[in-house]
Every structure is written in structure tokens, then in C-alpha cells.
């Protein structure tokens, strides 16, 4: 299983772009690398998922360089209601013989977004 | 769109008692897991379940039993509740475990321990 470590803690303020990093040094082949979002007394969601390269949808981008062994999630011009704990999940991916589906998340960054 | 469903979402237990919560999920998804999180703590991976009739340890399983008998519904017990498992629980989906696949969470369940 790919462990992820990322900074606990990041403060921006409103208008900036935001980049997070996450590690991921033992990241499998088949692995994708997802982030999610989980605001104050709510469960996660999905933000973006991406395999390599870039990775773009309306809420951020993902950016991982050939060898995978990060990511970077990029979230553009921020607002105060983008503080929130950010997560990068990588792995869950089939292994031919029990054991799948036993995704473990890191310990998340917390975002605060000032005005 | 229901999504996934937890059921109850607040409760308090004195120690010792025991209590099941549920999970289901309308998006016939083959893959189910719960999660704990503790005050400003991570999402830690308790049990799990790749299908009907099938659940698997996580990261923290000690004090919990979990069963899968429909497809649809992922049940947490706890046969003797400690102060120590006071923590919000969230229940979450996803179509199975292949790279690529999206985990749709519960809105938790708060469970406090007295």
C-alpha cells in the first residue's frame, strides 16, 4: 500500500493560487492518485483523480510529474469557502488475491483561506 | 439520489452498552468501508468489504464486528462500547477497488461514550 505524506498545515489568503503536495514514493503501477475535500462535520468528497501528467476539471488541477512519486493539486484563486482538510489517497487497486480495498488516507492538509 | 445513507446520526452510549449502526447505499456499488475519525485526526479505515458476504480488517478493527448480508448495506457493531471509541463515523461506497474508482462518503454518524 503507497503511504502519502503531505504538510499538515497551509494558510492563503483569497484570490491566491493554492498548490498542495503529496508524496508517494512506493506508488504501485496501476495506482491512481485521488484528492479529496472534507469541510468541517461532513464526509469527504472527490475533488479530481488523475494517473499522470495533468489533470484539469472546474474546481482545480492535478499535476504529476513521469516517476509518480507525487502529485500536486492545485486550486486557483481561492475563496473562504475553500478551507477545508485536504486529502491525497493513492492505491485500492485490484492485487489478484485478497487484501483489495483497503484504502488508507493520510492525515490530510489543513487549508485556511484568509480574507 | 440518496447516495450512502448512515443511520443513526447521533448517539450516546454509556460504556459497556452495545450498538449497530448502518450504512446503505443505492448506487450498487461492490465496495463498502468504514472510517473513524477522532477531533482534528485523519480518516482511519476500520473494516471493510469487497462484496456481499465479505468484510476485512482495516487499520483499527479491534472493537468492532461488521457484516455484509445484502449488497446494499454495510453494518458497524460495537458488542461493548468504550470511551475510547467516541469518534465520528463515516460510511463510504465505491464500484470496487480497480485504480480509478471514486469513494462516496456518508454524512457520519457522531457517537459518544460516556
Known amino acids: 500500500l503507497a503511504k502519502t505524506t503531505q504538510p499538515i498545515s497551509m494558510d492563503s489568503y483569497e484570490g491566491q493560487e493554492v498548490n498542495i503536495t503529496c508524496s508517494h514514493n512506493?506508488?504501485?503501477?496501476?495506482?491512481?492518485i485521488t484528492w479529496y475535500q472534507q469541510f468541517p462535520s461532513q464526509g469527504p468528497r472527490f475533488i479530481i483523480q488523475?494517473?499522470?501528467t495533468k489533470v484539469t476539471n472546474e474546481v482545480a488541477s492535478l499535476f504529476i510529474p513521469a516517476d509518480r512519486k507525487s502529485s500536486t493539486l492545485s486550486l486557483p484563486r481561492v475563496s473562504l469557502s475553500d478551507t477545508a482538510v485536504y486529502y491525497c489517497?493513492?492505491?485500492?487497486?485490484?492485487?489478484?488475491?485478497?487484501?483489495?480495498?483497503?484504502?488508507?488516507f493520510g492525515q490530510g492538509t489543513t487549508l485556511q483561506v484568509k480574507p | 439520489n440518496a447516495g450512502v445513507t448512515q443511520t443513526p446520526k447521533f448517539r450516546v452510549l454509556k460504556t459497556g452498552q452495545s450498538m449497530t449502526l448502518l450504512c446503505a447505499q443505492d448506487?450498487?456499488?461492490?465496495?463498502m468501508y468504514w472510517y473513524r475519525q477522532d477531533p482534528g485526526m485523519g480518516l482511519r479505515l476500520i473494516h471493510y468489504s469487497v462484496g456481499e458476504g465479505t468484510t476485512a480488517k482495516g487499520e483499527v478493527p479491534d472493537g468492532y464486528n461488521v457484516s455484509r448480508l445484502k449488497k446494499q448495506n454495510f453494518l458497524l457493531g460495537l458488542e461493548s462500547a468504550a470511551p475510547s471509541q467516541t469518534s465520528v463515523y463515516f460510511c463510504?461506497?465505491?464500484?470496487?477497488?480497480?485504480?480509478?474508482?471514486?469513494?462516496?462518503f456518508g454524512e457520519g454518524s457522531w457517537l459518544t461514550v460516556v
Open positions: 463510504a461506497s465505491s464500484l470496487g477497488s480497480a485504480s480509478g474508482n471514486t469513494i462516496y
Open positions: 448506487m450498487n456499488h461492490e465496495y
Open positions: 489517497l493513492v492505491g485500492g487497486r485490484l492485487s489478484g488475491s485478497g487484501n483489495t480495498g483497503k484504502l488508507i
Open positions: 512506493n506508488i504501485a503501477t496501476n495506482d491512481y
Open positions: 488523475g494517473y499522470k
